[in-house]
């Protein structure tokens, strides 16, 4: 656990000692190695603002145009390389330890995230859960082969939640391969079938460069923040929220917001 000076923990670095788990993580790395070649990337998806590589994120996500929750879109191409990943057995047994050490370390965030989640996907059932072992909605692949994320805030998530990060690959992981944690001034080390939980959302975070003959991948599972929103606002937008609030209900909005 990372943990503050009044004892509370913040973030997780995870080191899995069954040889089952390290398995799943070399064959996870061996599938989006495979995947990487049938994918078709687009300039935006290759150079973004988290570094140059390859990236593609699945499941469910309000926010980046879309006016309420809905499921990524991407062309047929990469569709159907996202769902045999997220369908493979090697992932969703990285979803299902994930989510282990979720409930065991946050109970009451899991049930949270839990809640929320189960009350949208019963809103509209166009909705699509891509790991049925998971309470996050939404999940990243990072293709590299080189993943080496620039320093960067995911303002999106859920502020106060846990961005669950997979690294995989082959990486000397003691030259390479940290996650830096900058406004905490911390440097992890990250080995390859390692996970890290962290508050991605306010939390400032990259990592260090790994060999140019080495190859690293890494897999994350999120919660976009406007997913929670909407449901809070009875399944509607902002605006739409306020708009229908009376003056004392709008002041009483305020306090809570600013609380």
Known sequence: ???????????????PDDPGIKKCAQEAARLIQTERSRCSFSADQKEHRRGSFPALSTGVAHGNGRTHPQNIVHNQANTSALNRLTSSKPFQRLSGFATGVFKT???RLYRYCEDHFNDLLSSDHSLVRIFHNSVLPAAAFNFGPRTICLPHIDFGNLPFNLCWIWALGWYNWKKGGHIILWDLKLVVEFPPGSLVAIPSGV???SNTCVGKKEVRYSFTQYAPGGNFRWVD?????????HAGLTAAEAREEKLRKKA
């Open 233 to 241: 606002r009875g399944f509607q937008s902002e605006e739409n929220y």
């Open 105 to 107: 370390w946050a109970p």
């Open 203 to 205: 939390c400032r975070h």
């Open 1 to 15: 656990p990372f943990v503050d000076a009044d004892g509370r923990i913040y973030g997780l670095a995870v080191y």
